[in-house]
């Protein structure tokens, strides 16, 4: 590798590394103004996701990420012919979509029905009780009970103003019947080719491309069927994976799902837990050490994200944004007077700290004060200035997310430097093998 990555040791920042020049980086992989990889931490989630959270949907929905175990390999269908479930639009009122040469079939108390064959045009369902009205055109086809499927004769359909590949299925909300679940039911290599884009820019060198395209495929398959309480698979957003439809869809990362179609990443006879982040700082780290989930896979490595715009950060803090901050950790402290990293990892990130508040102190996972200050990543160190409401707070830190698994400024890098798809994968999951589906589900 041209660049080197940083030792495993405890993380300190010099104040010459926040003003680090461009043109430090090599030419060919100049940073982007901004980093679309990460989720933005201070962007609010759907309500019914907010409301089923608490008070840290966020931290919330990173747990529930490493807590779901994969199905094993000789348990998954045959993905050529089976669709996946993508939750488009939860708890609806009502939905909108266009179809063409569509066939409508309902399913209900009164079993199988066709509504329509051969229908084009605007469609409106709106919400019942344990069901929906159906309009087409504005003119009311009917009251129905159950679910509906929309096989369009096209290849692609409008739903809500976005199109889509595959059909559509609308189903009351299990959790709440008198409203609509909105999913899209899409074949895996369809799906994957909005998600990799959505994931990691498709003007980035082709073989971190196909490295993320593995991941991506193997999340999907491993979390096929984790919301079967509420009817569907996944959810269309950072709950699970970025995906637009085919508004998302580029070219080069088209061919970076053709290019993998069908392989997977797998470990002990399942698909892995494919943990992916933006940047790590240096160093990625281990689950059981940040999370406190022990992943044979998800172990520490050297990084090679010095490209990333968030290698090193300096972020401010304010009185008020750090009671806003601990608000949301549901704690009443006072003026909050220090923060003190009680214990990191042994790659540098923070595990817990101390607040200390005028009326009191509090031990906090760091990852929670992540998600609650908006911080970029675990991996800082703090110094503070001012007194009473004036005391501020100054993050020197390093990296975006949470850093475990696969680093994608690390394989953009990666890739630059001549490495391939699988080494990559191998680099980043430690004794894992890349699978055909195919073999995988066979009988």
């Known amino acids: 590798m041209r660049i080197a990555a940083l030792p495993a040791v405890a993380f300190q920042l010099a104040p010459s590394a926040l003003r680090r020049s461009p043109a430090s980086v090599p030419a060919v992989l100049q940073p982007f103004g ?23 949907p966020a931290y919330a929905v990173e747990m529930a990420k490493i807590s779901h175990v994969g199905p094993r390999l000789e348990a998954l269908p045959d993905f050529s012919v089976t669709p996946l479930r993508i939750g488009l639009a939860l708890h609806q ?13 309902v399913s209900g108390p009164a079993g199988e029905q066709t509504v329509a064959s051969g229908l084009s045009g605007e469609l409106e369902a709106r919400a019942l009780p344990q069901g929906f009205a159906l309009y087409h055109q504005g003119q009311l086809l009917g009251r129905f009970a159950g679910q509906l499927d929309v096989d369009n004769g096209a290849n692609t359909l409008v739903v809500n103003g976005q199109l889509y590949r595959g059909n559509l299925r609308l189903l009351p909300a299990p959790d709440q019947p008198d409203k609509l679940h909105v999913l899209n039911t899409v074949m ?105 989930t022990a992943l044979a896979y998800i172990q520490p490595r050297p990084d090679f994200d010095q490209a990333s715009p968030r290698y090193r950060w300096q972020l401010q803090r304010s009185q008020a944004d750090l009671q806003a901050a601990v608000r949301k950790l549901e704690l ?109 589900s066979a009988p």
């Not at 003007?203 to 919301?227: C, D, F, I, M």
């Not at 100054?394 to 080494?423: I, N, V």
Request: proline share 4%; net charge neutral.
């Open 332 to 440: 009443n402290l006072g003026v909050i007077q220090d923060i003190i990293p009680l214990s990191r990892t042994p790659q540098g990130r923070v595990k817990e700290l101390r607040i200390v508040g005028s009326q009191g102190n509090a031990d906090v996972n760091a990852n929670r004060f992540r998600f609650a200050a908006g911080l970029y990543s675990t991996r800082w160190d703090v110094g503070a200035s001012g007194s009473g409401n004036q005391r501020r707070f100054t993050f020197d830190g390093g990296g975006w997310g949470h850093g475990l698994g696969m680093s994608q400024w690390g394989a953009r890098q990666m890739a630059a430097d001549g490495r391939s798809a699988a080494e990559i994968i191998h680099h980043y999951y430690t004794d894992v093998q890349i699978t055909e589906l195919s073999d995988a």
């Open 34 to 56: 901004r980093d679309t990889l990460q989720v933005n931490t201070r962007l609010p989630l759907s309500p019914a996701v907010a409301a089923a959270s608490g008070p840290e």
């Open 93 to 105: 009122t009502s939905a909108r979509f266009s179809v063409q040469n569509a066939t409508l079939r």
């Open 188 to 292: 895996l290599e369809d799906y994957l080719r909005s998600v990799a884009p959505s994931e990691s820019p498709a003007s980035w060198p082709l073989e971190s491309l196909k490295a993320q395209a593995l991941a991506a495929r193997t999340y999907a398959v491993a979390n096929w069927g984790k919301h079967q309480a509420n009817g569907f698979d996944m959810r269309n957003d950072t709950a699970d994976q970025m995906y637009k439809g085919v508004a998302s869809e580029h070219p080069g990362t088209n061919v970076a799902v053709e290019a993998t179609r069908g392989q997977i990443i797998q470990h002990g006879g399942r698909p892995i837990t494919a943990l992916f982040f933006s940047s790590s700082g240096g160093y990625t780290d281990s689950s059981a050490e940040v999370w406190g």
